[in-house]
């Protein structure tokens, strides 16, 4: 007689990678609604053209505006003026469902929303607030941040655009590099030096003198509209400057917005991945048995399930923090490196388990991987934030 086979042992329900650690509980019913509803049209809407978008290395930005801003995501943690006043958990939830189909995608809302949109609310005019924000929040006008130049990405300071008195109007010039929007905005938030400190501007983008062209070419970031920013003479009444922002304390203000969304959104990539990954392991065959039973596939899954975990956890907490009014910006620094810096690693590790199939956009991993370069770049890169929370830590400025 042949010895009997060992039976397997019996296979239990899998739980998804966020359920591990009962997310879902540190969160309000209202939290989960929101997330489940930008989940919902992400789904329905999104997710089946963004393989398409990312190869064309095109999106229907107007549409997706008036999209986005009828689920009321654009700008929905600012207060009045057609913005929904949500909690900060909430936005980063939203960021993290928008994300976790494409990062191209999180963020048109966040430079629409915590870049664009606050500048003009925490520092501008009313006339301002009255004359874009209600037509932002609802996807009719589009705007962008323009801070970035070609010589000055991480040290702001060193920017070259400057704006000049000239009687009662600004004359304009400089050149943004790297501008998401910039192509299909309506309204630029342009920061530039004046013989009073940095100062930021409303620019109407039907100024003359005002040019988007657009960046092509790019193997990141394809499923969303990237620019540089060119203004010559470019004349702006007064009132086009933003009153209450005066010096790098503007624009590093609007800054650490957009990152805490980053800081939720980043892991909304690596959650797709890992869950495709998962999946993929479940229907793939090895040797005669799926992939997802081998120790070295599992050792890989619950790795990634671990800091995929602990950056949602600490997401959570950012977001608590934000909402009470005490979150510093070297926290935000540490959500900001840590959760990118993994949600890249877990986007490689991925395709490993994928194998050749992963390289292609069949499925999610690779365009993951591939955003999030930029996602690692982009609100500081990681050296800048090392850097700021070494500072914290020590006291001591090393930026120079």
């Keep these: ?16 990678p966020l359920d591990l650690l009962a997310i879902d509980g540190l969160l309000t019913d209202e939290e989960r609604e929101i997330r489940g509803t ?27 505006a008036r ?58 005019s009313e006339e301002q607030k009255q004359r874009w924000l209600p037509g932002m929040a609802a996807g009719e006008y589009i705007g962008c941040f323009g801070l970035t130049e070609p010589d000055a990405g991480s040290d702001p300071g060193a920017m070259r655009t400057h704006a000049k008195r000239d009687g009662s109007d600004w004359i304009l010039n400089g050149t943004k590099m790297w501008i998401t929007n910039g192509s299909v905005a309506d309204v630029a938030v342009v920061w530039a030096r004046t013989e009073d400190g940095v100062r930021g501007f409303a620019v109407p ?17 394809r499923a969303s509209v990237t620019s540089e920013l060119v203004m010559e003479d470019v004349r702006l009444p007064a009132d086009a400057m933003l009153p209450e922002a005066r010096g790098l304390s503007g624009p590093l203000g609007c800054l650490n917005e957009a990152r805490f969304g980053i800081v939720f959104g980043a892991l909304g990539a690596a959650r797709d991945c890992l869950e495709a990954a998962i ?44 909402d009470a ?40 991993v690779l365009r993951h991987a591939n955003n999030l370069e930029s996602v690692l770049t982009y609100e500081g890169t990681s050296e800048v934030h090392a850097l700021v929370i070494g500072k914290a830590l020590t006291g001591e400025q090393a930026f120079r």
């Design 205 to 221: 983008t039907d100024t003359p003198g005002f040019s988007a062209p657009e960046i092509k070419r790019k193997l990141s970031l």
């Design 279 to 322: 999946s993929y392991a479940g229907d793939r065959t090895v040797f005669a048995r799926p992939l997802s039973s081998y120790q070295l596939t599992q050792q890989k899954l619950a790795d990634m399930a671990v800091e995929l975990g602990k950056g949602m956890l600490l997401a959570v907490h950012l977001g608590r923090l934000k």
């Design 325 to 364: 009014g005490t979150l510093a910006p070297e926290q935000i620094s540490v959500g900001k490196l840590n959760n990118v810096r993994e949600a890249i690693a877990i986007a490689r590790e991925c395709r490993t388990i994928l194998g050749a199939n992963g390289i292609t956009l069949e499925y999610p």
């Design 67 to 124: 999209t986005l801003g009828g689920l009321g995501v654009l700008g929905m943690h600012l207060e009045g003026y057609g913005c929904a006043g949500t909690n900060s958990v909430a936005y980063g939830l939203a960021c993290m469902e928008l994300e976790a189909v494409d990062s191209g995608l999180r963020s048109l809302v966040s430079v629409q929303g915590s870049l664009a949109m606050y500048a003009i609310w925490k520092y501008g």
């Design 38 to 64: 930008v989940r919902t049209l992400a789904d329905r809407e999104l997710r089946p053209h963004i393989a398409e978008w990312f190869e064309s290395g095109a999106i229907p930005a107007r549409e997706l």
């Design 1 to 16: 007689m042949k010895p009997s086979q060992p039976s397997r042992p019996a296979q239990s329900a899998p739980v998804r």
